[in-house]
């Protein structure tokens, strides 16, 4: 009981630390070239984070995902610089694809590795360089900072460095746009990036992000927004590939608006590696005739945690959603799913759809999924699937008395679950990589 | 919506809830107000042992330091504790003899429920009735007749002087006094219930019930409810419930415990129909009960089936955890909500045992402004080898201002488990509906054809006499609503 008290009151100074230490940067080292409305902006989420502080498990969205383990230690650096020498993206390179590229070191754009530049209809720079562009004014904050979660709040008031991509009008672009993110800090660090993609009408673009850990880097915290708007009948296909190392901590908000006939489509694959990994993907189909895809795999290993949480918000009549998400465990490992699709009572004929699959594999390892409905028109057709198995002995038997060793079996097997998911991908070349980074992630035996 | 779709909705609103009178009878009530003293009055007045006050009072010390929680899916309203009075007991002799010794007024009331207490008049060997009355059992009919198989039921009163070693063993195994914080307002201010014990290896010759009814103001009902089915045993158990109609909201907060040894089996049905407050949602019952079960030896089963067609905000869980190996646990429900009902129900199926096995079916129907959420949990332990769920969970919408929600929690924790979950929201089918009415039958009767077999899942699982009543509850309030 007594040791009980003591960790509680240890829990809550060096809690405070990083909390204060956040508190003491706040108007520190932001951007000097920013605009007063965003001041006011900052401000605001920063009394709204002050308000609530760091969730904990106690919290419903936070139920199974603890974070206090990581905001509770002793000392992040909050802002780094490495040279571009010692950086190196080989790890993010998807083979045979050809695409503009963009590198992010610990947050920050880097003009010497990046190569997506003078191109025409794409406009790709630092956040801090957009502030005067119309459309910055005119989305920024506009979506994510409605929603409740802490850590948007603390990204937009203490938020450094980021990055804007606008695709201008009818643009189609000709290749897709790689976006490194590295991790390299040699200091245990805590980033705040913030994003914002602008599909202009008919615009259509595909954005592929990986996260990658740099040799050497320590122990790294990332909060990352993404805000995105999809105008009318622009079209985005947008990748999550997340490869980084053990070091790498990721709290991932995507917030996405969709115009009237617009198309986004989400894949979000996870694989062993970064020890925690938070992604919240939150999709708003803000008008009529609206499509939204979500894919996700995730295949998790030792003892890291993946925690998707999704929202799919049908705002009005006539949209399409389908999501579908599997996950695979290994060893002692934890996957979290957490969908929720909204259908506001304006939604009439809405079409939503969305799966959940979970081949449980390890020991110990743990499967928390919640498939959230909730819907407010009646002329609808929603429904949600959710499974948890694990190998089919008799399909192992039935490859293995064919001659396929177990390992190459479980291979298969794997991958025919993941068939589903993969299969969607609207490009060939990330498919048949993430194929690969879930056969080599699988575990022998 | 057509103009005749809402003509019918209207229709559907103004139905009439006809359990909705009040019993005027002289009643000894407590005073308002919740405190140790009240907890004090209540247990004095039922004559009971040192521990149980105790039992209680440590009960309320809890619910004192207890938040109400905030998860839920409707706002909840404010409850005053201390403007409820936590005892009402119709003024008769302390203990009944037969029933010339009943008051007329109470056995009026009771037939007028449908639910003779009667003996003679009942068709022999059908049900036998445990009466509560606000908070008091008024009469638990057959109780010879049970006793000569050695099955024990009785109000809970009588159980706790009775049996008391039974009631000391078995009270809060199940759910804890701390479980929540009605469930430790319930265990503290508890006044009346139903107590059941089926011995080893007896099938209990008749199905058994407890009829429950609300009648004094402003006062809550906090009944508690304990069976225990011994090894090799089998009880089917039925509960119903009304209440009179008023403007206020009554609170209902019951707690019901369930344990199944080794072999045993529980079968409990409920159907709810307290008054549901009118179509403004003015009035109407708080239905905020725990209810769980315990497969505490292997080969057990509990079977909760419910149709819950009352109660202005429907607040319920009711739970099986599966300890014994080979153990299984089931839950059916049918939730239909109207006007401007509330429910959040659903079902907790908690796998610890091996080769444990849950079933979960159930069917929301939402009609008008009402809200009607689906919440489970699923939670497989990391020693339950080799278990498996199946749950089904269906929305059916009638009007377009009213809402279903789903929210399974599914948490897994064994590799050898295999769970399944699947869900669907859609409205009534207008092929559906257009095959029928070509047919010659109109909408109306329609719309409850299909209801009917969109709950017959469930309803298959009532005792007969139930299942026949829950079709017409069905059918009544779902009258005039054509999606």
């Not at chain 2, 063993?169 to 307002?185: M, R």
């Not at chain 2, 508890?190 to 099938?203: A, C, E, L, M």
């Not at chain 2, 045993?233 to 040894?261: K, W």
């Not at chain 2, 080794?262 to 209810?291: L, M, R």
Request: net charge negative.
């Amino acid at each position: 009981m007594l040791d009980e008290v003591a960790t509680d009151i240890m829990i809550t100074q060096v809690s405070d630390s990083l909390y204060t230490q956040l508190i003491k940067t706040y108007g520190g080292n932001l951007p000097s070239s920013e605009p007063h409305s965003l001041d006011e902006i900052r401000k605001q989420a920063f009394e709204r984070f002050k308000s609530t502080g760091f969730p904990t498990v106690k919290q419903e969205d936070w139920k199974y995902t603890n974070v206090q383990p990581l905001v509770n230690r002793q000392h992040y650096a909050l802002d780094t610089e490495t040279l571009s020498a010692a950086i190196a993206i080989d790890k993010a390179i998807i083979p045979g694809l050809d695409a503009y590229r963009v590198v992010m070191v610990d947050g920050k754009y880097n003009a010497d590795l990046s190569t997506a530049k003078d191109i025409p209809g794409l406009s790709v720079m630092p956040i801090d360089q957009a502030f005067e562009r119309l459309c910055f004014a005119k989305y920024f904050s506009e979506y994510a900072d409605k929603t409740d979660n802490p850590f948007v709040a603390l990204n937009t008031a203490l938020f450094t460095s980021g990055l804007f991509i606008e695709v201008g009008k009818n643009c189609q672009l000709q290749k897709p746009v790689h976006v490194i993110h590295v991790a390299s800090a040699s200091k245990p660090s805590f980033t705040q990036v913030r994003n914002l993609y602008v599909m202009s009408t008919f615009a259509e673009a595909e954005i592929i992000e990986s996260f990658i850990t740099n040799e050497g880097a320590a122990h790294s915290l990332n909060n990352t927004v993404s805000e995105i708007v999809v105008r009318e009948n622009a079209k985005l296909q947008h990748y999550y590939l997340q490869v980084a190392g053990s070091q790498g901590n990721y709290l991932n908000h995507t917030e996405v608006y969709q115009e009237k006939h617009s198309l986004y489509n989400n894949y979000n694959c996870s694989f062993p590696g970064a020890a925690f990994i938070r992604n919240n993907i939150n999709v708003r189909l803000g008008d009529s005739e609206v499509e939204s895809h979500l894919y996700g795999v995730t295949l998790t290993a030792d003892n890291q945690l993946v925690d998707n949480h999704t929202i799919v918000d049908h705002r009005k009549p006539h949209c399409e959603s389908y999501e579908w998400y599997k996950n695979i465990t290994q060893d002692t490992s934890t996957a979290v799913f957490n969908g929720k699709i909204f259908v506001r009572p304006d939604a009439q004929k809405t079409n939503a759809f969305q799966q959940n699959n979970n081949m449980l594999i390890g020991e110990k390892s743990a499967v928390y999924t919640k498939p959230q409905l909730e819907i407010f028109a009646d002329d609808v057709k929603c429904s949600h699937g959710c499974t948890i198995g694990q190998f089919d002995n008799e399909a192992l038997f039935y490859l293995q008395a064919r001659g396929i060793s177990e390992a190459q079996a479980r291979v298969l097997l794997v991958h025919a679950f993941a068939f589903d998911v993969t299969s969607r991908f609207a490009n060939a070349i990330v498919r048949e990589y993430v194929e690969h980074l879930v056969e080599q992630g699988l575990k022998a035996g | 919506m057509s103009t005749k779709d809402d003509e019918l909705l209207k229709e559907l609103a103004l139905e009439e809830y006809k359990y909705g009178f009040t019993t005027d009878i002289e009643m000894d009530i407590a005073p308002k107000g919740l405190s140790e003293d009240t907890v004090r009055l209540i247990s004095a007045k039922k004559n009971e042992p040192e521990w149980l006050l105790e039992w209680r009072l440590k009960a309320l010390r809890h619910f004192q330091q207890m938040q109400m929680p905030t998860w839920q899916n409707f706002e909840h309203p404010d409850v005053d504790f201390q403007d409820i009075s936590y005892y009402a007991a119709p003024k008769t002799k302390p203990k009944l003899d037969s029933m010339d010794e009943v008051d007329p007024e109470l056995l009026s009331t009771f037939a007028k429920l449908g639910i003779p207490l009667d003996e003679q008049k009942i068709l022999a060997g059908v049900v036998a009735v445990d009466a509560v009355f606000d908070s008091v059992s008024v009469k638990t009919t057959f109780r010879e007749k049970l006793k000569e198989q050695g099955v024990i039921f009785c109000s809970f009163g009588e159980a706790v002087q009775e049996h008391p070693e039974l009631v000391k063993q078995y009270l809060g195994s199940v759910v804890p006094q701390t479980d929540n914080i009605y469930a430790a307002l319930n265990s503290a201010v508890f006044s009346d219930g139903s107590f059941v014990y089926i011995p080893k290896g007896v099938r209990c010759p008749m199905e058994l019930s407890t009829y429950f009814r609300i009648n004094a103001e402003n006062t809550g009902q906090f009944e508690r409810t304990l069976i225990i089915a011994d090894e090799e045993a089998y009880v089917s158990y039925l509960e119903g419930c009304t209440a009179p109609m008023r403007d206020e909201n009554q609170l209902h907060a019951a707690v019901v415990e369930l344990i199944a040894l080794k072999d045993a089996e529980i079968k409990y049905s409920t159907v709810q129909n307290w008054y549901p407050g009118d179509k403004d949602g003015k009035g109407g019952i708080y239905n905020f009960v725990t209810k769980r079960g315990m497969c505490k030896g292997d080969n057990s089963k509990i079977s909760w089936t419910q149709v819950e067609t009352g109660s202005a905000i429907t607040w319920k869980y009711p739970g099986v955890i599966l300890k014994g190996d080979h153990s299984v646990g089931e839950f059916y429900s049918v939730a239909l909500t109207r006007n401007k009902q509330l429910a959040d129900t659903g079902t907790k199926m908690i796998h610890l045992g091996k080769n444990t096995r849950s079933k979960i079916v159930s069917k929301g129907i939402s009609a008008g402004l009402s809200h009607n959420s689906y919440r489970g949990l699923v939670k497989i332990g990391p020693g339950a080898e080799n278990s498996r769920n199946f749950t089904q969970c269906d929305s059916l919408l009638i009007g377009d201002r009213c809402g279903a929600h789903t929210f399974p929690y599914i948490e897994s924790r064994n590799k050898t488990a295999k769970l399944e979950h699947e869900a669907t929201t859609s409205k009534i089918g207008e092929d559906q509906l257009f095959y029928l009415t070509q047919r010659g039958i109109d909408p109306e009767k329609a719309v409850g054809l299909i209801v009917n077999g969109y709950a017959k899942e469930v309803l298959n699982q009532l005792p007969m006499e139930f299942a026949v009543e829950a079709q017409k509850l069905l059918a009544i309030s779902l009258e005039g609503s054509v999606g």
